[in-house]
């Protein structure tokens, strides 16, 4: 991968980091609660009112799915200063421009993606 191209994928990172902590600063800094923003976020798929432990399993779906994808972002910064970043895990393959530009934080070549999650 040459310098820029690495440049371009290490800013895309950092925004998109940038963007999840300004969302998680929202979340949970008084702005909007986090069982407002699940349900908001319920909101769009259905409009029936959500019980209380609905509320609650959606609190902590969020919440991992954001603690997920900030240590995914992480973990691609950091190999990225190793210098693995593009780098199939299974295979050692470079990882084609257009899977990282869709997901920056993918560690796995379209095809060995596809066999990890057919098993």
Do not use: W
Request: net charge negative.
């Amino acid at each position: 991968m040459n310098q820029i191209t690495a440049r371009l994928f290490e800013a895309q990172l950092h925004d998109m980091r940038a963007e999840l902590l300004d969302r998680l600063h929202v979340q949970r800094g008084g702005v909007r609660g986090r069982a407002e923003s699940a349900r908001e976020a319920r909101e769009h798929i259905d409009t029936a009112p959500l019980r209380p432990d609905e509320s609650f399993d959606m609190e902590l779906e969020l919440e991992e799915r954001e603690a997920a994808d900030l240590m995914a972002i992480d973990k691609a910064l950091q190999r990225m200063k190793a210098g693995e970043y593009g780098r199939c895990i299974d295979c050692a393959q470079r990882i084609v421009d257009a899977r990282l530009q869709a997901q920056p934080t993918a560690l796995r070549c379209l095809d060995c993606q596809t066999r990890f999650e057919s098993t």
